[in-house]
């Protein structure tokens, strides 16, 4: 299974955009997924490079084209995501030019897990 497929397949909700321009997805990681293998054995985390890419695919659904990341301007990652939680993706998008500035915050029982900023670009490549 891809990161894309097990993202697609963790989505457990449809875009939803507040007053404020904000978009909020959420998904859940089931605990047999691949993702967790091997990261780690003993205590299965959602690996950073998962959230990083989560953010790309997120916003990928909320604009309804194929988007190619172009810099990672922040990651940071605030506390382990487990299998079976919840996770909450707050997401702003703005455009200019040929760019589009993605930042997400992620959060899990009700507490911030980690936020990231990406910069991105629309592509020709699912």
């Known amino acids: 299974m891809s990161m894309r497929e097990s993202i697609l397949a963790a989505r457990v909700s449809d875009p939803q955009r507040n ?17 967790f293998a091997g990261h780690f054995p003993t205590r299965p985390v959602l690996p950073g490079v998962f959230q990083l890419e989560l953010v790309r695919i997120a916003a990928e659904l909320v604009l309804n084209s194929s988007l190619a990341v172009r810099e990672i301007t ?7 995501i487990a299998p ?7 997401l702003s998008l703005v455009e200019s030019d040929d760019m589009i500035q993605a ?20 592509s020709s490549n699912p």
């Open 19 to 35: 007053a404020e321009g904000v978009t909020t997805l959420e998904f859940r990681f089931r605990g047999d997924d691949p993702t």
């Open 74 to 80: 922040k990651a940071k990652f605030l506390r382990p």
């Open 103 to 122: 930042r997400a915050s992620f959060v899990t029982g009700g507490r911030l897990a980690g936020e990231a900023s990406l910069r991105l670009s629309r």
């Open 84 to 90: 079976n939680e919840l996770v909450r993706v707050d």
